[in-house]
């Protein structure tokens, strides 16, 4: 069984920086693929970044220069560190491993 838990959401300014963590319980972390993906009200989910478990990883766009995915398989993390934020990063992000997903933690950048 896999149990993600994401934390260190909150409320930022633009501009901003926020560093998101997800602790991961189970086995194989070390080999698998964790993703991080956010949910706006009213939008759909969209992924943000991906990081293997050697450590390559993968961007969106939107995001590409601003966050920086990064994982620590000896302490199953995995983070986001979040930089120059915008309003439209305003979403529930969530951390996903295979077919499961954590409960999300609430970014909101406002000023």
């Known amino acids: 069984q896999v149990q993600l838990v994401e934390s260190g959401g909150g409320l930022v300014q633009p501009g901003g920086s926020l560093r998101l963590s997800c602790a991961a319980s189970g086995s194989f972390f070390s080999i698998s693929v964790v993703g991080w993906h956010r949910q706006a009200p009213g939008k759909q989910r969209e992924l943000v970044a991906t990081i293997t478990g050697g450590g390559s990883t993968n961007y969106a766009d939107f995001v590409k220069g601003r966050f920086t995915i990064s994982r620590d398989n000896a302490k199953k993390m995995v983070y986001l560190q979040m930089n120059s934020l915008k309003p439209e990063d305003t979403a529930v992000y969530y951390c996903?491993?295979?077919?499961?997903w954590g409960q999300g933690t609430q970014v909101t950048v406002s000023s």
């Open positions: 996903n491993m295979w077919d499961f």
